[in-house]
Antibody, heavy 123, light 106 residues
Framework: QVQLQESGSGLVKPSQTLSLTCAVSGGSITSGDYSWCWIRQPPGKGLEWIGYIYHTGRTYYSPSLQSRVTISIDTSKNQFSLRLTSVSAADTATYFC???????????????WGQGALVTVSS | SFDLTQPPSVSVSPGQTASITCSGDNLGDEYVCWYQQKAGQSPVLVIYQDNKRPSGIPERFSGSNSGNTATLTISGTQALDEADYYCQAWDTTTAVFGGGTKLTVL
């Protein structure tokens, strides 16, 4: 059974870059029917989509974050990563990594999710 | 781009049926997923492609989607079903989430 685990800095200063990594275990990150995504949740608020990446390296980002986000993948380590530049307090959130199931006819779904990593932006 | 609207809260008595709605323009033309998030935990998929249950999700969870509204129905609601529930659909390659509904089992 695939499991995902986020890691990275829990405290980032304003204007700096947030970096997180998601380690995938129990399955290969190169499986063709999946892509790998990041979602965040500000404290006490709802879920916000960040973007996803295929094992080929092809990426898709949320339009609202596209200018600041980079998602990358390291197939040799079976992990993928998130970088978010020029952070502010509004980027304080729990960041989840997850696996996205792709269906040719549409109707993709996200499962499973990692346990989440709280990142606080503060000086 | 589109928005998904959920009621902030729904209350239900144990053993009764809970219905959580998710509204959006022509939502019935899109596939909808539902996620359950218990306090302090990460979300769990409970319904995908409108009405399919992942392995391990109890049969009391069901979904429907037609017109402008998708509905998550929990039959015979149990105390352990108390959680936040989020609907989700796709706007091309971007996932759109509803604002979430807090289900309280009184």
């Amino acid at each position: 059974q695939v499991q995902l685990q986020e890691s990275g800095s829990g405290l980032v200063k304003p204007s700096q870059t947030l970096s997180l990594t998601c380690a995938v275990s129990g399955g290969s990150i190169t499986s063709g029917d999946y892509s790998w995504c990041w979602i965040r949740q500000p404290p006490g608020k709802g879920l916000e989509w960040i973007g996803y990446i295929y094992h080929t390296g092809r990426t898709y980002y949320s339009p609202s974050l596209q200018s600041r986000v980079t998602i990358s993948i390291d197939t040799s380590k079976n992990q993928f990563s998130l970088r978010l530049t020029s952070v502010s307090a509004a980027d304080t959130a729990t960041y989840f990594c997850a696996r996205k199931h792709t269906e040719a006819a549409g109707g993709d779904w996200v499962d499973p999710w990692g346990q989440g990593a709280l990142v606080t932006v503060s000086s | 781009s589109f928005d998904l609207t959920q009621p902030p809260s729904v209350s239900v008595s144990p053993g009764q049926t809970a219905s959580i709605t998710c509204s959006g323009d022509n939502l019935g033309d899109e596939y909808v997923c539902w996620y359950q998030q218990k306090a302090g935990q990460s979300p769990v998929l409970v319904i995908y492609q409108d009405n399919k249950r992942p392995s391990g999700i109890p049969e009391r969870f069901s979904g429907s989607n037609s017109g402008n509204t998708a509905t998550l129905t929990i039959s015979g609601t149990q105390a352990l079903d108390e959680a936040d529930y989020y609907c989700q659909a796709w706007d091309t390659t971007t996932a759109v989430f509803g604002g979430g509904t807090k289900l309280t089992v009184l």
